[in-house]
């Protein structure tokens, strides 16, 4: 099957976001296998993304290294030419001031009840 094709089959199941609530798990996060302790989970809905980095060696709490809210304004970074990413509450990129790791706790308390909503399993890591 094509990319293609495999989009429109896609889309005849998904007709738009409204639904989706995915998330995305990896062990290792180096190339070719280096990191082996670090565990990456991206949880993905139509309200926000959210990156979490942790040791899952030492059973480690999270660290939230992005945060990106849909419902808020987002910019294009100034003065990178060819990277774009949307950046409003935390971006994994780094290129602000504010985009430094933080547990989930220290987000804001609005941003952990939206988090706690989708994923309440998260809680544990607060």
Do not use: C, M, S
């Given at each position: 099957m094509t990319e293609g094709a495999f989009g429109l089959e896609w889309r005849?199941?998904?007709p738009n976001n409204d639904g989706l609530n995915y998330r995305f798990d990896a062990k290792g996060t180096g190339a070719p296998g280096s990191e082996k302790?670090?565990?990456i989970q991206w949880f993905m809905n139509r309200e926000f993304r959210l990156g979490l980095l942790r040791d899952w060696t030492r059973n480690e709490s999270p660290m939230a290294i992005d945060f990106t809210r849909?419902?808020?304004k987002a910019e294009?970074?100034?003065d990178l030419e060819?990277?774009?990413s949307l950046m409003n509450v935390?971006?994994?990129k780094g290129t602000r001031p504010v985009d430094k790791p933080m547990r989930l706790?220290?987000?804001s308390g609005e941003d952990q009840r939206r988090?706690?909503?989708r994923y309440p399993e998260l809680k544990k890591w607060v």
């Open positions: 005849k199941h998904t302790e670090l565990e849909y419902d808020v294009e970074p100034k060819r990277e774009w935390l971006n994994q706790g220290a987000l988090i706690f909503a």
